[in-house]
């Protein structure tokens, strides 16, 4: 009976912070944190959509993508309107951004469950002149958001912080956001077999993909469907994406932790040259046309020299911190 009164606590509590955190966004950017609250609400039609609908395009169920797009877009948009709550000056730049943030993503969104409910691709798809048009426009509007997430990420850097830790964490974890949202370009150009087909028909039906070395389509991995068997640029771009959310997570744990000023400082560093090293291998892995289930010997090579750098960085980072506490106190 106690343990279950203390479980009716607890879950008391995390819901009052989870309100007072709901209501803090809302205050300081209403179209984000309502645009993340619809895209939860969204993703219960996408998951409905996939017990109930057996329709599958290129080789995953249809109704997988705007699910991930959902969920990815909750993720980023309360994230965004939590970052603004570190920009109290810049109440300008963040209307402009929040609102057009927010309408963008919903348009986005919104154009992929609509395509997903047409049985078709939202993505690359030329098929038509309707399709064509879409997905031009969907591209010029995310060529949009991502100019507007510079402008935060500009606000950031100028931005000075009491806690430098975080303050770097935020300033590099955007700005690796914005470099693995700018991966996604990657996959719009053509592939020689499409420019062939293009010549052959005089019509280009589909242009770019995800996958490298394969057509859309082949054997996924469960649940997120990235290539088993070629490279898939998703996941490099997926990784890069969320560098906003990993980074001020690490300056938080250290922050918990208890760690010196300087520490909690280098051991951020330390995380994102770490983070974007993992991008960049990930990124050229999929270039190559390389699974990241199956790595050939010089990508395990390399997956291996980059935990071994981070290992070395993060003892180095710590080291110093202590020798120069030793010295404080044998000076004492």
Known sequence: MYARSVDTVNICGYAMLTMTTLRRLYTTDAPLTVTGLLMAAALIPALAGLWLD????????????????????????????????????????????????????????????????????????????????????????????????????????RQPFADAALGWALRLGLTLSIVGASSGGLMTAPHASQIAEARLSHHMAVSGAHTVGAPDGGPGLPGIGWSREHGDIRVAHFVGLHAMQVLPMVAWLLTRRRESDRRALRLTFVAAGSYFALFALLLAQALNGQSIASPSPVFVTAFALWALATGIGVAVATRRQATASLRMMVNA
């Open 54 to 157: 057996p329709r599958v395009i290129t080789g995953a169920p249809a109704w997988l993508k705007p699910a991930k797009f959902a969920v990815s877009t909750a993720i980023y948009t309360l994230t965004l309107a939590w970052i603004f709550t570190y920009l109290p000056d810049w109440v300008r730049t963040r209307r402009i951004v929040g609102w057009g943030s927010a309408a963008i993503l919903v348009f986005e969104v919104g154009a992929i469950y609509f395509q997903a409910w047409r049985g078709t691709t939202s993505h690359f798809n030329l098929a038509t002149p309707f399709d064509a048009a879409l997905f031009t426009a969907m591209g010029l509007a995310i060529v949009i958001q991502t100019v507007g997430a510079a402008t935060i990420a500009v606000a950031l850097w």
